[in-house]
């Protein structure tokens, strides 16, 4: 079963590189394409950033601070990938999408944005879209599925029942 989780992880970027350089070639020169006219639009845009292009040229230190998420998902995957499917995507989808928004910001200095939604002013990317997704499906495991949200006297009396 790791090895779909390993896929996830693997895929994400590799989709992300190819985006991105469909984007460069096609969207780039005109620097907007509307897909959707009024909803969705193909809008380039070079991140130095981070999320909503906030903290502008902050390379160094969002390589080092996204390696170390990377890393540390990646343990508590490998820990944890038996006990709960959801968590297991949750972290690969937040692993894969670290991984191509990284790839990008050491090779190039900044992450290509592309796709830009009317209804959510802030221009993204499809491995922001991965980490959202990976970050909702984390939600949910910590606030249903796991421990996090139990008190400390359910945790006794289920530890108790076991």
């Known amino acids: 079963m790791l090895i779909i989780y390993i896929a996830i992880i693997v895929i994400i970027p590799v989709l992300s590189q190819c985006i991105r350089t469909v984007i460069e070639s096609n969207v780039k020169p005109q620097g907007f394409v509307s897909v959707i006219p ?27 601070t996204t390696s170390i998420v990377i890393v540390i998902f990646a343990i ?36 290509t944005d ?13 491995a922001d879209y991965c980490i959202t997704a990976g970050t909702v499906c984390l939600i949910v495991w910590l606030l249903f599925f796991s421990d996090f949200m139990k008190s400390d006297k359910k945790r006794i009396e289920s530890d108790e029942q076991a």
């Open 38 to 64: 009024g909803l969705f639009s193909l809008t380039y845009s070079e991140n130095r950033g981070v999320a909503f292009g906030l903290f502008q040229d902050g390379t160094v230190f969002f390589s080092i």
């Open 114 to 126: 592309y796709l830009s939604l009317s209804f959510f002013p802030p221009i993204c990317n499809f």
């Open 76 to 111: 508590l995957l490998i820990k944890n990938y038996k006990k709960s499917k959801l968590f297991a995507v949750a972290a690969s989808l937040i692993i894969g999408g670290g991984l191509g928004n990284l790839i990008e910001r050491v090779f190039m200095g900044y992450v």
